[in-house]
C-alpha cells in the first residue's frame, strides 16, 4: 500500500505565492523557492536547533521567528529582508563578531568563515559591543585539529556532526549562560578524550573554532599522492572523513621500494612513519654492539688511558644490563644476540619518530620488493585514533610483540607461555599525550603498567615542589609499589610525549604474583630500592633551602666536582688530567656555578634527574642502582642524549670500524662510527683523575646536599660566575 502524500500548504514569502508540503519549515520553504535567508548554526539535511537566529524572519506575530525551526502553516504571511528583519540580524551578527577574533584561523586559511562573510556583507565593522573579561582561550594538544573556543559561535555544529553523522558522542555542550561553551567528553582537552579525529567536527565548524592543522615546514618527499577516494578503500583508513583526507592530502604518499633499497637509517631525524601495505623488510642495528671503555697503556695510577669499544663477552661491566632484548620504534624488539627482525605487511614503524621528532632507532630495509605508506603526524594521529585501525594494531601487539616485550623485563623472564597467553586478551593498550597524568600520587591503585612508547615521568610531591623521581622509557614499568602494599599510589606517572602503555589490571597482577613467587620477590626486591633511595634523598634534604638547590640545578646531581678557589690556582692540571685519561678529549670544563669559595665546575654530575635518558630511540642510557649513568652497548650514536643534557656533560666519541658496504652486500668496509660518552667518575681508579691531579688539593668530588647543607643554610644564592 503506498502512503499519501502530505498536503500542500499555500502560503506568502517576500509576496511571492508558493505551495510547499505539510511539516516544511519556512527556511526550507525558502530554499526550494530561491528566497535566500542566511543561518549559522543550520545546514541542509541536518536536524534544525534554532540556537544562532541569523535566520529569523517576520511572520506578522508579537516576536520574530527562527525560520529553520518553525513550520509553515495555511495562509502565513512571511517577510525574510524588511528594514526591521535586517535590523534584527545585523544586532544578532554584530553581537556575535562581538566575541570572534577577526581574522580567525579559518578567514586566514581559506577565506570563508561564514560568520566574518555574514559580517562583511552587513558592513559590519568594529562591533559596538565590548568582548567578554575572561577568554576562554586555545587548545593546541591535538596534532590534527586546532580547537580555538575564541572563534566558537555555539552553534552545535560539530556536536550534531559528532553525534548524528558519526555516532562518536564525544562532543557536547558545558556550563550555562555567559560560560556556555562546547567540550570533549568531561572537559579534557581534546588530545586526551575519546576524540577518534574523524575530523567531522572541523568540516561542520562554519568559523575558525575547529581547523586543520597541517604539518608547516615538512617535506615527504617522492612518492604518489593519493586522493581520498583511494585512501578509504584501504581498511585502516575506514571511518575516516573523506573531507578531512582530501585538506590533508600530501601528508600521506604510497612509496614503491625495491629489495635492498634503505627505508630509513638509525640516528637520523624524521618527522615520518611507514605503514607496509605490500611486502617484507628486514630491521636492524648496524652500530657495533660494544660499549666505551676506557684502559691505560702501563700500571701506574696516574697513566695515559685510551678509548675503544669492548663487547660485553669481552669487558663485562658491575651491574651490566641482561635485557634480553633492544627496544626499538616499531611493532617487534630486537634479540640482543642476533638485533635483526623482519616486518610484513600490516606492521608500522617510525610511531615515535613521527609523533616525538626523536632519531630513528633502527635501520630499515626492504627485503622483498614492497610497497609503504609514508605518513606525517597529523594522519598518523587520525589513525592511531581510529578504531579500526587501532583494534589491528592491538591485534597485531598481542599476538606478535607481547611475549618479547614482557620476556624483555628481566624480572618477568620466568613467566611461562600459558600465563601470557592468558594475559594476551585481557592487557589493555591505552594512549596518553603529553603531560596527561597516568596515574596520580595517592590516588587507589587497580593497574600495574608496562611502557610499550614513550617516556613516562616519576614525581613525588614534596614541600617546595615536585621532586623528580625517574623517568622511565620502552620496557620500564610502573605501579607495582602500591598494589605490593595495598597503599595508595605514592608517586605521579606523566607522560612527558606520546605515550602508549600496556595496562594489566589489579586481579591479573595478583595472579601472577601468586602463580610466579620469583616475581614477586623481583618486583619486591627492585620496589624496596626505589623506596630506600627516596628516603634517602628526602632525608637528606629535608634541612635544606629546596627552592635554592631546585633552581640551580643542585638537587639533581649525586657527585659534583668542585673547586676551593682559596687553593686553586688555575693550572689547568685537572683539565689536562682528564684530557690524558680520555683521547685528549677532557670531559671537564673549569667553569660554572659559584658559591663562597667554591666552584661548581662542568662535569657530569651523575643526575638523579638525568635527563639525557629522555628520548633515546633505543633506551641505551640507564642508571645502575647506585645512581651513576650508564651507556649501553646498543648506543647507535645518534647524539639526542648530548642535546638533552643541560650541563654540556656528554660527547661523541668516533671509533674506526668495518661496516656492511651499501653498494655490495655482504662486503665489510672501513668507517666509523660514533658512541656517546660521559665522566666515568674514573671508576677503575681509586679516585677520579682530575681530583688525583691537583697539586693543590682543590679539586673534590662531594655529595651535593651533604657538602652544601651548611652553606647554603648560613648564606645567600648561588650566582654565576
Same mark, same amino acid.
Given at each position: 500500500?503506498?502512503?499519501?502524500?502530505?498536503?500542500?500548504?499555500?502560503?506568502?514569502?517576500?509576496?511571492?505565492?508558493?505551495?510547499?508540503?505539510?511539516?516544511?519549515?519556512?527556511?526550507?520553504?525558502?530554499?526550494?523557492?530561491?528566497?535566500?535567508?542566511?543561518?549559522?548554526?543550520?545546514?541542509?539535511?541536518?536536524?534544525?536547533?534554532?540556537?544562532?537566529?541569523?535566520?529569523?524572519?517576520?511572520?506578522?506575530?508579537?516576536?520574530?521567528?527562527?525560520?529553520?525551526?518553525?513550520?509553515? #502553516?495555511?495562509?502565513?504571511?512571511?517577510?525574510?529582508?524588511?528594514?526591521?528583519?535586517?535590523?534584527?540580524?545585523?544586532?544578532?551578527? #554584530?553581537?556575535?563578531?562581538?566575541?570572534?577574533?577577526?581574522?580567525?584561523?579559518?578567514?586566514?586559511?581559506?577565506?570563508?568563515?561564514?560568520?566574518?562573510?555574514?559580517?562583511?556583507?552587513?558592513?559590519?565593522?568594529?562591533?559596538?559591543?565590548?568582548?567578554?573579561?575572561?577568554?576562554? *582561550?586555545?587548545?593546541?594538544?591535538?596534532?590534527?585539529?586546532?580547537?580555538?573556543?575564541?572563534?566558537?559561535?555555539?552553534?552545535?555544529?560539530? $556536536?550534531?556532526?559528532?553525534?548524528?553523522?558519526?555516532?562518536?558522542?564525544?562532543?557536547?555542550?558545558? *556550563?550555562?549562560?555567559?560560560?556556555?561553551?562546547?567540550? %570533549?567528553?568531561?572537559?579534557?582537552?581534546?588530545?586526551?578524550?575519546? /576524540?577518534?579525529?574523524?575530523?567531522?567536527?572541523?568540516?561542520?565548524?562554519?568559523?575558525?573554532?575547529?581547523?586543520?592543522?597541517?604539518?608547516?615546514?615538512?617535506?615527504?618527499?617522492? *612518492?604518489?599522492?593519493?586522493?581520498?577516494?583511494?585512501?578509504?578503500?584501504?581498511?585502516?583508513?575506514?571511518?575516516?572523513?573523506?573531507?578531512?583526507?582530501?585538506?590533508?592530502?600530501?601528508?600521506?604518499?604510497?612509496?614503491?621500494?625495491?629489495?635492498?633499497?634503505?627505508?630509513?637509517?638509525?640516528?637520523?631525524?624524521?618527522?615520518?612513519?611507514?605503514?607496509?601495505?605490500?611486502?617484507?623488510?628486514?630491521?636492524?642495528?648496524?652500530?657495533?654492539?660494544?660499549?666505551?671503555?676506557?684502559?691505560?697503556?702501563?700500571?701506574?695510577?696516574?697513566?695515559?688511558?685510551?678509548?675503544?669499544?669492548?663487547?660485553?663477552?669481552?669487558?663485562?661491566?658491575? #651491574?651490566?644490563?641482561?635485557?634480553? %632484548?633492544?627496544?626499538?620504534?616499531?611493532?617487534?624488539?630486537?634479540?640482543?644476540?642476533?638485533?635483526?627482525?623482519?616486518?610484513?605487511?600490516?606492521?608500522?614503524?617510525?610511531?615515535?619518530?613521527?609523533?616525538?621528532?626523536?632519531?630513528?632507532?633502527?635501520?630499515?630495509?626492504?627485503?622483498?620488493?614492497?610497497?609503504?605508506?609514508?605518513? =606525517?603526524?597529523?594522519?598518523?594521529?587520525?589513525?592511531?585514533?581510529?578504531?579500526? %585501525?587501532?583494534?589491528?594494531?592491538?591485534?597485531?601487539?598481542?599476538?606478535?610483540?607481547?611475549?618479547?616485550?614482557?620476556?624483555?623485563?628481566? $624480572?618477568?623472564?620466568?613467566?611461562?607461555?600459558?600465563?601470557?597467553?592468558?594475559?594476551?586478551?585481557?592487557?589493555?593498550?591505552?594512549?596518553?599525550?603529553?603531560?596527561?597524568?597516568?596515574?596520580?600520587?595517592?590516588?587507589?591503585?587497580?593497574?600495574?603498567?608496562?611502557?610499550?612508547? *614513550?617516556?613516562?615521568?616519576?614525581?613525588?610531591?614534596?614541600?617546595?615542589?615536585?621532586?623528580?623521581?625517574?623517568?622511565?622509557?620502552?620496557?620500564?614499568?610502573?605501579?607495582?609499589?602500591? =598494589?605490593?602494599?595495598?597503599?595508595?599510589?605514592?608517586?605521579?606517572?606523566?607522560?612527558?610525549?606520546?605515550?602508549?602503555?600496556?595496562?594489566?589490571?589489579?586481579?591479573?597482577?595478583?595472579?601472577?604474583?601468586?602463580?610466579?613467587?620469583?616475581?614477586?620477590?623481583?618486583?619486591?626486591?627492585?620496589?624496596?630500592?626505589?623506596?630506600?633511595?627516596?628516603?634517602?634523598?628526602?632525608?637528606?634534604?629535608?634541612?635544606?633551602?629546596?627552592?635554592?638547590?631546585?633552581?640551580?640545578?643542585?638537587?639533581?646531581?649525586?657527585?659534583?666536582?668542585?673547586?676551593?678557589?682559596?687553593?686553586?690556582?688555575?693550572?689547568?692540571?685537572?683539565?689536562?688530567?682528564?684530557?690524558?685519561?680520555?683521547?685528549?678529549?677532557?670531559?671537564?670544563?673549569?667553569?660554572?656555578?659559584?658559591?663562597?669559595?667554591?666552584?661548581?665546575?662542568?662535569?657530569?654530575?651523575? /643526575?638523579?634527574?638525568?635527563?639525557?635518558?629522555?628520548?633515546?630511540?633505543?633506551?641505551?642510557?640507564?642508571?645502575?642502582?647506585?645512581?651513576?649513568?650508564?651507556?649501553?652497548?646498543?648506543?647507535?650514536?645518534?647524539?639526542?642524549?648530548?642535546?638533552?643534557?643541560?650541563?654540556?656533560?656528554?660527547?661523541?666519541?668516533?671509533?674506526?670500524?668495518?661496516?656492511?658496504?651499501?653498494?655490495?652486500?655482504?662486503?665489510?668496509?672501513?668507517?666509523?662510527?660514533?658512541?656517546?660518552?660521559? /665522566?666515568?667518575?674514573?671508576?677503575?681508579?681509586?679516585?677520579?683523575? /682530575?681530583?688525583?691531579?691537583?697539586?693543590?688539593?682543590?679539586?673534590?668530588?662531594?655529595?651535593?646536599?651533604?657538602?652544601?647543607?651548611?652553606?647554603?643554610?648560613?648564606?645567600?644564592?648561588?650566582?654565576?660566575?
Amino acid at each position: 500500500m503506498s502512503s499519501k502524500p502530505a498536503p500542500e500548504i499555500q502560503l506568502t514569502i517576500d509576496g511571492r505565492p508558493v505551495s510547499v508540503p505539510a511539516g516544511t519549515t519556512i527556511f526550507d520553504a525558502a530554499r526550494i523557492n530561491g528566497i535566500p535567508i542566511p543561518t549559522l548554526c543550520h545546514q541542509q539535511n541536518e536536524n534544525p536547533v534554532g540556537v544562532c537566529r541569523v535566520c529569523v524572519v517576520d511572520v506578522g506575530q508579537r516576536v520574530y521567528a527562527a525560520s529553520c525551526i518553525r513550520q509553515v #502553516e495555511p495562509g502565513m504571511t512571511v517577510k525574510t529582508s524588511t528594514e526591521q528583519v535586517q535590523a534584527a540580524r545585523h544586532t544578532l551578527i #554584530e553581537l556575535l563578531m562581538s566575541d570572534h577574533p577577526a581574522p580567525c584561523a579559518r578567514q586566514q586559511h581559506s577565506g570563508d568563515c561564514e560568520l566574518e562573510r555574514l559580517a562583511e556583507a552587513a558592513a559590519i565593522g568594529q562591533p559596538r559591543f565590548p568582548r567578554r573579561a575572561t577568554p576562554r *582561550g586555545k587548545d593546541d594538544s591535538s596534532a590534527v585539529i586546532a580547537v580555538d573556543h575564541e572563534s566558537c559561535i555555539l552553534c552545535d555544529r560539530c $556536536i550534531r556532526g559528532c553525534d548524528d553523522i558519526r555516532h562518536n558522542w564525544v562532543l557536547a555542550r558545558r *556550563g550555562k549562560g555567559y560560560q556556555a561553551g562546547v567540550a %570533549f567528553d568531561n572537559n579534557l582537552p581534546m588530545a586526551e578524550s575519546s /576524540c577518534v579525529s574523524c575530523g567531522e567536527c572541523m568540516v561542520s565548524c562554519p568559523t575558525g573554532a575547529l581547523t586543520n592543522k597541517r604539518v608547516v615546514g615538512t617535506e615527504l618527499g617522492q *612518492g604518489d599522492v593519493l586522493d581520498p577516494t583511494e585512501l578509504l578503500h584501504l581498511p585502516i583508513f575506514q571511518n575516516v572523513s573523506g573531507t578531512f583526507l582530501e585538506l590533508n592530502q600530501k601528508a600521506v604518499v604510497k612509496r614503491h621500494y625495491r629489495a635492498g633499497d634503505i627505508i630509513c637509517r638509525e640516528g637520523e631525524f624524521g618527522s615520518t612513519a611507514f605503514y607496509i601495505l605490500e611486502g617484507k623488510a628486514e630491521v636492524f642495528l648496524s652500530s657495533p654492539m660494544a660499549h666505551v671503555r676506557t684502559e691505560g697503556s702501563s700500571k701506574g695510577f696516574f697513566s695515559r688511558l685510551k678509548s675503544m669499544l669492548a663487547p660485553r663477552q669481552q669487558h663485562s661491566r658491575s #651491574e651490566e644490563s641482561n635485557r634480553p %632484548f633492544i627496544p626499538i620504534d616499531a611493532s617487534v624488539d630486537l634479540p640482543y644476540d642476533s638485533p635483526i627482525a623482519e616486518l610484513g605487511p600490516g606492521d608500522l614503524f617510525g610511531e615515535m619518530t613521527c609523533m616525538s621528532y626523536y632519531p630513528r632507532s633502527a635501520t630499515v630495509r626492504a627485503k622483498t620488493d614492497g610497497v609503504m605508506l609514508e605518513m =606525517l603526524r597529523n594522519v598518523l594521529d587520525i589513525l592511531q585514533r581510529n578504531k579500526t %585501525f587501532r583494534a589491528q594494531l592491538e591485534r597485531t601487539y598481542r599476538t606478535r610483540a607481547l611475549d618479547s616485550h614482557l620476556r624483555s623485563v628481566p $624480572i618477568f623472564a620466568s613467566l611461562t607461555k600459558n600465563f601470557i597467553d592468558h594475559l594476551r586478551d585481557r592487557v589493555e593498550l591505552v594512549r596518553f599525550s603529553p603531560g596527561q597524568v597516568i596515574c596520580r600520587q595517592g590516588e587507589p591503585a587497580d593497574s600495574f603498567y608496562l611502557i610499550r612508547i *614513550g617516556f613516562v615521568k616519576v614525581s613525588e610531591e614534596r614541600p617546595g615542589g615536585d621532586l623528580i623521581l625517574a623517568y622511565l622509557a620502552r620496557g620500564g614499568y610502573f605501579g607495582e609499589i602500591a =598494589l605490593l602494599s595495598g597503599s595508595p599510589r605514592t608517586a605521579t606517572c606523566t607522560a612527558l610525549d606520546h605515550v602508549e602503555v600496556v595496562r594489566i589490571l589489579r586481579e591479573d597482577f595478583e595472579l601472577m604474583l601468586e602463580r610466579f613467587p620469583e616475581v614477586r620477590a623481583s618486583l619486591e626486591k627492585v620496589a624496596h630500592e626505589r623506596l630506600e633511595e627516596n628516603r634517602r634523598r628526602i632525608t637528606q634534604i629535608q634541612n635544606l633551602p629546596v627552592d635554592q638547590f631546585l633552581a640551580n640545578g643542585l638537587m639533581e646531581a649525586q657527585s659534583l666536582l668542585v673547586l676551593d678557589l682559596d687553593r686553586c690556582t688555575r693550572c689547568d692540571q685537572c683539565v689536562r688530567a682528564c684530557a690524558d685519561a680520555h683521547d685528549g678529549v677532557s670531559r671537564l670544563v673549569r667553569e660554572g656555578l659559584r658559591f663562597d669559595k667554591y666552584l661548581v665546575a662542568t662535569s657530569c654530575r651523575q /643526575c638523579r634527574d638525568p635527563l639525557c635518558m629522555v628520548g633515546c630511540p633505543v633506551g641505551s642510557i640507564r642508571r645502575r642502582n647506585t645512581l651513576e649513568v650508564i651507556i649501553e652497548d646498543w648506543c647507535i650514536g645518534c647524539g639526542l642524549c648530548a642535546n638533552n643534557c643541560p650541563y654540556g656533560n656528554i660527547n661523541l666519541h668516533p671509533f674506526p670500524v668495518e661496516l656492511d658496504d651499501p653498494d655490495h652486500p655482504g662486503r665489510m668496509i672501513a668507517g666509523t662510527r660514533v658512541k656517546a660518552t660521559s /665522566c666515568d667518575l674514573c671508576h677503575d681508579h681509586a679516585e677520579p683523575s /682530575c681530583v688525583y691531579a691537583c697539586p693543590h688539593d682543590a679539586a673534590h668530588r662531594v655529595n651535593p646536599p651533604e657538602f652544601f647543607a651548611g652553606l647554603l643554610k648560613q648564606s645567600s644564592p648561588l650566582n654565576r660566575s
